[in-house]
C-alpha cells in the first residue's frame, strides 16, 4: 500500500503580482507541468510560491502603480501529523486546510500568516522545508548536505527506529557531558576558594557569634565599666573621709574634739558628746565604705569582653554585615565547603554514567552504521538504474559511508555522495562533477526512490528539462509521474514531451489590455485537463 500524499497545493490565488493582476490558479494532486512561451510569467508562479515560502521579499515584483502584492498558497491535508504540526506550532487548522499568505508592500515591507494568522517568515520557512522541495538547475542544497543525505539513507533503510533510539540516547550524552563540565568548572572554582573558606569559617567558629551573645557582652562591658566608675568615687570619698594622710573629715574631728575638751566652757559639753558621736558613726561609714571599695572588679574578664567585641566589629565591617548576617555567612561558607566534596562525588557519578551511556550510544552507533553499508549498497544501485533511465548513459552513482572518528550527532557515519559521469574517469562527489542539467537529473533518481519514505509532499521542479530533449525528455516525464505518485509535481517545461505526462497543463499567457495611463500586460493562467491538455500539448509538438 502506497503511502497518502500528507497534503497538495490546491490553488494559488495573485494579487497585484508582477504582471499578475488578480488570478487564481487551481492545482491538480499529481503532475502539473506549467507551460507557455518565454516571457509569459510561468516562472514567475514558481518565484510566487517561493516568497510565500518564506523567500527573502522583492519589492520590485510589486505590481506597477500598486500599495501591495498580495501572495496566497492554500493547502488540503490528508494526514493528520501535518495538522498536528500545525497546531503544535501555534497555527491550528480548520476543516483539514492549511493556507500560507504573504503581503509584501511597496516599500519593502512584508507581512506573513499561517493559517489566517500572523506569523513570523520563519514560520512560513520552516514550514516549506518540512512538506515543500525545490529541485533546479544547481539547487536544493538540502540534498547535497551530507547530514540530510544520512536522514536519506535512513528513510530508505527503514532505519529511523535505531537512529531515533541512538539520537535520544545521544542527546542525553550531550546533556550529562555539559552538566559534567560545569560541575567540573565550579569544582576548580570551590577548590581554590577552599583556603579562603576555611580561613573565614575558622574565624567565625572562633567567635560563634550570635545576636543575643552580642548584647550579653556590651551589657556586662557596661556594667563592668559603671562598677569602675563606682569604685573610684568610693575611693574619693573615702580618701576625703578617713584615708587622705594630709586631712581627711575623721582626723579633722578629732582634732574639734580634742579642742573643745580643753575648753572650760561648760556649755560646750553637749556639743563636744554630738561631734563624739558624728565621728563614730562617720567611722561606721567609712568602715561601710572600705568594705564596697575593698570588692574585687576581674580586669581579664573586662578584657575578654571587650576582647570579643572587637572582633565582633571587625568581622562586621569585614563582611559589611551585621551580626544576624555573621551567622548566616558562617552558614553559607560551611554549605560552600561542605558542597566540595558532593561536588566530588557527583562528578565521580556522573563520569560513570557517562562512560556507561557512551558505551551505549556506540554500540548502537556501530549496528547503525554495519545497517547503513548494507542499504546504501542498495541504494547506489538504484539510484544508478534510474540515472541511466533518465539517459544518464554509463553513469555510476555511489553512495560511500564510513566510519568516523567520533561519534557525533547521526552516529558513527559520515556519507560521500560520489558519481561517475562516464566510464573510467573515476568517482568524484556529485556536487563538484555533475553538470546543471546533470544534477536535475541525478536529484530527480533520488526523488523517485525516496519520495515515498519523505516527509516532503510538494515537489517544485524549476525547467528541469533544460538542455535535454528526445528520449531523455520523455524519460523525465516518466519519472516525474513517477514521483507524482506518491507526492504533487509541479513542474515549468517547454517540453511536449515531458507535459504530455502530467495530469494537469496550466498554460500561462499574457495579454495587453488598454488603460488611461496606457496599455498594460497582464499574465493569465489556465488549467487544461483531459482532451483540452492533449489539444494543447499536440499543438506544442507541432511547434516544435
Known amino acids: 500500500m502506497r503511502k497518502k500524499h500528507g497534503l497538495y497545493l490546491e490553488n494559488l490565488r495573485l494579487q497585484n503580482f508582477a504582471t499578475f493582476q488578480n488570478e487564481e490558479v487551481f492545482f491538480n494532486k499529481k503532475f502539473n507541468a506549467i507551460i507557455g512561451e518565454t516571457g509569459s510569467g510561468k516562472s514567475l508562479l514558481l518565484?510566487?510560491?517561493?516568497?510565500?515560502?518564506?523567500?527573502?521579499?522583492?519589492?520590485?515584483?510589486?505590481?506597477?502603480?500598486?500599495?501591495?502584492?498580495?501572495?496566497?498558497?492554500?493547502?488540503?491535508?490528508?494526514?493528520?501529523?501535518?495538522?498536528?504540526?500545525?497546531?503544535?506550532?501555534?497555527?491550528?487548522?480548520?476543516?483539514?486546510?492549511?493556507?500560507?499568505?504573504?503581503?509584501?508592500?511597496?516599500?519593502?515591507?512584508?507581512?506573513?500568516?499561517?493559517?489566517?494568522?500572523?506569523?513570523?517568515?520563519?514560520?512560513?520557512?520552516?514550514?516549506?522545508?518540512?512538506?515543500?522541495?525545490?529541485?533546479?538547475?544547481?539547487?536544493?542544497?538540502?540534498?547535497?548536505?551530507?547530514?540530510?543525505?544520512?536522514?536519506?539513507?535512513?528513510?530508505?533503510?527503514?532505519?529511523?527506529?535505531?537512529?531515533?533510539?541512538?539520537?535520544?540516547?545521544?542527546?542525553?550524552?550531550?546533556?550529562?557531558?555539559?552538566?559534567?563540565?560545569?560541575?567540573?568548572?565550579?569544582?576548580?572554582?570551590?577548590?581554590?576558594?577552599?583556603?579562603?573558606?576555611?580561613?573565614?569559617?575558622?574565624?567565625?567558629?572562633?567567635?560563634?557569634?550570635?545576636?543575643?551573645?552580642?548584647?550579653?557582652?556590651?551589657?556586662?562591658?557596661?556594667?563592668?565599666?559603671?562598677?569602675?566608675?563606682?569604685?573610684?568615687?568610693?575611693?574619693?570619698?573615702?580618701?576625703?573621709?578617713?584615708?587622705?594622710?594630709e586631712a581627711n573629715v575623721l582626723s579633722m574631728l578629732k582634732q574639734i574634739e580634742k579642742m573643745l575638751s580643753r575648753s572650760q566652757n561648760n556649755k560646750l559639753g553637749n556639743i563636744s558628746a554630738r561631734i563624739t558621736e558624728s565621728s563614730i558613726q562617720l567611722q561606721d561609714v567609712s568602715y561601710q565604705l572600705s568594705k564596697l571599695y575593698d570588692v574585687d572588679l576581674d580586669e581579664n574578664d573586662l578584657e575578654h569582653i571587650v576582647e570579643r567585641l572587637d572582633k565582633y566589629q571587625r568581622l562586621k565591617r569585614k563582611f559589611h554585615v551585621e551580626t544576624k548576617e555573621l551567622v548566616e555567612l558562617y552558614k553559607e561558607f560551611s554549605e560552600e565547603l561542605s558542597s566540595l566534596s558532593m561536588l566530588d562525588q557527583d562528578i565521580s557519578k556522573l563520569e560513570i554514567e557517562i562512560d556507561q551511556l557512551y558505551s551505549k550510544c556506540e554500540n548502537t552507533a556501530l549496528k547503525l552504521h554495519e545497517k547503513r553499508l548494507v542499504s546504501s549498497q542498495k541504494l547506489s544501485k538504484s539510484l544508478t538504474r534510474f540515472a541511466r533511465e533518465l539517459k544518464m548513459n554509463g553513469a555510476t552513482l555511489e553512495y560511500q559511508v564510513v566510519k568516523s572518528k567520533e561519534l557525533h550527532k547521526y552516529g558513527i557515519s559520515e556519507v560521500n555522495f560520489m558519481a561517475e559521469m562516464n566510464p573510467g574517469e573515476g568517482l568524484f562527489k556529485v556536487k563538484d562533477t555533475a553538470s546543471g542539467g546533470e544534477l536535475s537529473r541525478i536529484l530527480l533518481a533520488m526523488r523517485q526512490i525516496l519520495s515515498s519514505n519523505d516527509t516532503i509532499s510538494v515537489f517544485l521542479f524549476d525547467e528541469i528539462d533544460t538542455g535535454v530533449g528526445g528520449e531523455t525528455a520523455l524519460a523525465i516525464g516518466k519519472?516525474?509521474?513517477?514521483?507524482?505518485?506518491?507526492?504533487?509535481?509541479?513542474?515549468?517545461?517547454?517540453?511536449?514531451?515531458?507535459?504530455?505526462?502530467?495530469?494537469?497543463?496550466?498554460?500561462?499567457?499574457?495579454?495587453?489590455?488598454?488603460?488611461?495611463?496606457?496599455?498594460?500586460?497582464?499574465?493569465?493562467?489556465?488549467?487544461?485537463?483531459?482532451?483540452?491538455?492533449?489539444?494543447?500539448?499536440?499543438?506544442?509538438?507541432?511547434?516544435?
Open 47 to 245: 518565484d510566487a510560491l517561493q516568497m510565500v515560502f518564506g523567500q527573502r521579499a522583492d519589492k520590485k515584483l510589486v505590481r506597477k502603480n500598486s500599495d501591495f502584492a498580495l501572495i496566497e498558497a492554500s493547502f488540503i491535508v490528508d494526514d493528520q501529523s501535518v495538522l498536528g504540526y500545525v497546531e503544535e506550532i501555534g497555527h491550528p487548522s480548520q476543516n483539514n486546510e492549511i493556507v500560507l499568505k504573504r503581503i509584501v508592500y511597496a516599500s519593502g515591507t512584508s507581512k506573513s500568516f499561517l493559517n489566517f494568522q500572523q506569523c513570523s517568515l520563519q514560520t512560513l520557512s520552516n514550514f516549506s522545508k518540512r512538506f515543500i522541495d525545490l529541485v533546479g538547475q544547481f539547487e536544493n542544497q538540502k540534498l547535497l548536505n551530507e547530514n540530510y543525505q544520512l536522514k536519506l539513507l535512513d528513510d530508505f533503510g527503514k532505519l529511523e527506529s535505531i537512529s531515533d533510539d541512538y539520537t535520544k540516547s545521544f542527546s542525553q550524552l550531550r546533556e550529562l557531558q555539559s552538566t559534567l563540565d560545569q560541575k567540573k568548572e565550579d569544582y576548580t572554582n570551590l577548590k581554590q576558594r577552599q583556603d579562603y573558606l576555611n580561613y573565614q569559617i575558622e574565624e567565625l567558629e572562633q567567635l560563634d557569634p550570635s545576636v543575643e551573645d552580642e548584647e550579653s557582652l556590651i551589657k556586662k562591658k557596661d556594667d563592668l565599666l559603671s562598677g569602675h566608675q563606682h569604685k573610684e568615687t568610693l575611693g574619693n570619698a573615702l580618701q576625703l573621709l578617713s584615708e587622705s594622710e
Open 479 to 544: 519519472a516525474l509521474e513517477e514521483v507524482s505518485t506518491d507526492s504533487q509535481v509541479i513542474a515549468i517545461t517547454h517540453l511536449p514531451q515531458i507535459a504530455n505526462f502530467s495530469e494537469q497543463v496550466v498554460v500561462v499567457s499574457k495579454e495587453t489590455f488598454e488603460e488611461k495611463s496606457g496599455p498594460r500586460t497582464v499574465s493569465i493562467a489556465q488549467a487544461l485537463e483531459g482532451n483540452q491538455k492533449m489539444s494543447y500539448i499536440q499543438g506544442m509538438t507541432q511547434l516544435h
